[in-house]
């Protein structure tokens, strides 16, 4: 089987409620993205970015994939799929995709504070201040702030390196080293990008596609079925 790599980001989330950072004057519902997603800012207010991430989990929780997430699920049935996600909601999974590598973590997991691969599954949407990790310190969300590694990178990067068909989806490549997992793709794969506001990818043979998710990704999938 043809192996199909996709990395996708808060663009294919967005049609399914889940708001993308940056295209809301860099705020992210209502916060500036560094006062609430940094290790400082758990040092300075934990309870603050503690509420922070269970609003967002609760949205995750009432959130249904939507016609993107299921057509790369449904692509599984020709290919050997993997999605490399930026995402840390759960969509791909509740839509059926089996090889889901979340760079920046899930939010549907808590995480230890002091030891970043300590994570448990949570019972319901809240993480409450006082619950801790075996080793006893405060639990957090699964997520990767700014400032903290990325563990998933080098297998992601592997990932890419042994693509035979490379898809981007939503995402603004601004962040790195999620952006610079394009070139570890071999040049000679065909590569495609599915964003309504193609960002630069420095890439000139990717075949641009500017639509939504929910348009442009079962279009290409039906193609590739075909
Ligand atoms: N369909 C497809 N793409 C869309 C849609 C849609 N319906 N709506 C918006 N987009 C695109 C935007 O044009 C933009 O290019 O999604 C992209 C969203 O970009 P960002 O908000 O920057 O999200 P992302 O690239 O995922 O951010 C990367 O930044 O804050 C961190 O850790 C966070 O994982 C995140 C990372």
């Not at 400082?40 to 016609?67: G, H, I």
């Not at 909601?89 to 889901?100: I, M, Y």
């Not at 920046?104 to 599954?121: F, M, W």
């Not at 570890?184 to 590569?191: G, I, L, N």
Request: proline share 5%; charged share 20%.
């Amino acid at each position: 089987m043809k192996r199909v790599v996709i990395l996708t980001g808060a663009g294919i989330s967005a049609e399914s409620g889940l708001k993308t950072f940056r295209d809301s004057d860099g705020l992210w519902e209502g916060y500036n993205i560094e006062e609430v997603a940094t290790p400082e800012a758990w040092q300075r207010n934990p309870e603050l970015v503690q509420d922070f991430y269970n609003q967002r989990r609760k949205s995750v929780l009432e959130a249904e994939p939507n016609a993107a997430h299921y057509a790369l699920a449904a692509l599984q049935e020709k290919y050997d799929v993997t999605v490399i996600t930026q995402n840390i909601d759960d969509l791909h999974e509740r839509a059926g995709s089996t090889k889901v590598v979340h760079l920046h973590g899930i939010i549907t997991r808590s995480q230890s504070s002091i030891k970043a691969n300590l994570t448990y599954p949570i019972n319901g949407w809240e993480i409450k201040m006082g619950e801790t990790c075996e080793l006893g310190s405060q639990l957090r969300a699964h997520v990767v702030w700014f400032g903290e590694a990325v563990p998933m990178i080098e297998k992601a990067a592997g990932i890419c390196s042994e693509a035979d068909l490379f898809i981007l989806v939503g995402t603004s490549l601004a962040v790195y080293p999620a952006a610079g997992l394009i070139n570890y793709v071999p040049r000679d794969v065909t590569k495609y990008i599915i964003d309504p506001n193609i960002p630069t990818v420095g890439n000139k043979r990717i075949v641009e596609m500017p639509f939504k998710a929910t348009i442009g990704v079962p279009m290409l999938v039906d193609e590739l079925m075909a």
